[in-house]
């Protein structure tokens, strides 16, 4: 059921929408009323997550860090909704890794994804949004990007460049437009668990004052009500959710 009415009709883009929190704040903005698309570079999961949600307008197969790739789904977008009003820009990667294993290879892809495709993703939807003088632009930055964490410097340094790329183009693009960045602690998705094993997962529970990694929906939670009217004082902020971690 919609708790934001001005959501309703919408039109929002989600780049990594085929699964985690990208799927979970698709889903909840379709709750909402909106009309909503998402972006994904897997083919086969994006197929599956429209199958399952016929609620979505559509889905683009989208590369973020491709400038082309990106300009087509934006393309498409305005062919199937006729433009965009809030955009969330979601997608990214992590590797563990400590430094020395770090290969300038992989430090250069996840820089490419989770920063480069932030600016070509938000470029796209902030000239139209200027042309119509309204919008809403949001990041999935990272506590990573606001302290350190042994394992993921390429990860931490693309996450506090997102940080920063969503202040500065909140003060560019005031008053009509706002942009800010939500900042997720450990989040119980498809990445994490990939990367951690149970014991791993329930030790960084034990360092969480909440005891536990939040759900991808909570998360989607925030992303409605920054989008929505009761936020429209918000701006060039980053916002955590991490069940108490950074305090």
Known sequence: MARYEELTGKRVIVTGGASGIGLATAQR???????????DINEEALKNTLAENPGLVGGVVVDVSDEDSVKTGFKEADQQMGGIDILISNAGISVRNLIKDTTFQQWKKVIDINLHGMYLCAKEALDRMETQGSGVVLFTASTNGMEAHPYYADYNASKAGVILLGR??????APKIRVNSICPGYVLTPMQRSEYTDEMLEKVNQGIPMKRHAEPREVAALFAFLASDEASYITGQHIPIDGGETA
Not at 29 to 39: L, T
Not at 168 to 173: C, I, K, P, S, V
């Open 168 to 173: 500065t183009l909140a003060l560019e693009y």
């Open 29 to 39: 903005f379709v709750e909402e009323g909106s009309s909503v698309m998402i972006f």
